[in-house]
């Protein structure tokens, strides 16, 4: 137990002090909450630093956002004429939501961070030993629904922006739909898409907190 304790106190350059053999005692209240923020921060700077690349959300396996029901997606039966069903225009829809869902991120980003700095953590040691995105699964508790609406004018924006004239030919052969349902629809696939990122980086960094270079999260991750 003395030399596992001792590697961890190499490990974590000092902060691991704080610590006592797993199963005796924790750290303070405060040192573990500080630990849930940090982990959260991290987690979330590093999964937009990967959505706000060039086609980061197009590009990634954990974010890359679908083409709505309502534009042809899946249940195209009940409101897609042929030219939407086109792997053509799918296709060029496919990177229009998914360019729409960077300047999503571009709004989010701040939201998160604010609301990480100040969130209420009641049980800090009940997210540090949860699973592999407790943290994140904190964060969207806290913050929830409300990052679509907060999000919502980027997405927006960004579906004039890159290619309005595919959007204005899916607005002109569906006639019941408009671009609102389009906007909301892709909105709340880009802050479920937001979600999944941020908590798999929470994953990767709970598998190897060494990675961060944080003492704090080495000392606290290191010995769950």
Not at 142 to 169: C, H, K, M, W, Y
């Amino acid at each position: 137990m003395e030399n596992i304790n001792r590697r961890n106190f190499l490990a974590a350059g000092g902060a691991a002090a704080m610590l006592s053999l797993p199963g005796c005692a924790s750290l303070p209240t405060l040192s573990l909450t500080e630990a849930v923020k940090r982990l959260l921060t991290l987690s979330s700077q590093n999964a937009f630093a990967e959505l706000m690349q060039p086609n980061g959300f197009f590009d990634s396996q954990v974010a890359r956002i679908s083409v709505p029901d309502r534009l042809g997606g899946t249940r195209v039966t009940n409101i897609a004429t042929a030219m939407l069903r086109s792997k053509p225009i799918q296709k060029r829809l496919l990177k229009q939501v998914n360019r729409a869902a960077e300047k999503g991120a571009e709004l989010a980003a701040p939201v998160i961070a604010d609301t990480i700095r100040g969130m209420s953590i009641s049980d800090a040691a009940a997210i540090i030993n949860g699973g592999d995105r407790a943290a994140t699964d904190l964060l969207q508790g806290q913050l929830g629904t409300s990052l679509a609406t907060r999000i919502l004018p980027g997405v927006s924006e960004g579906l004039n922006l890159f290619d309005n004239e595919i959007i204005n030919l899916v607005l002109s052969q569906v006639s019941d739909i408009d671009f609102a349902d389009i906007s909301g629809d892709v909105t709340n696939a880009v802050s479920d898409a937001i979600y999944r990122s941020i908590g798999a980086q929470e994953a990767k960094i709970r598998a190897n907190p060494q990675a961060t270079n944080d003492p704090l999260l080495i000392g606290v991750f290191g010995l769950t």
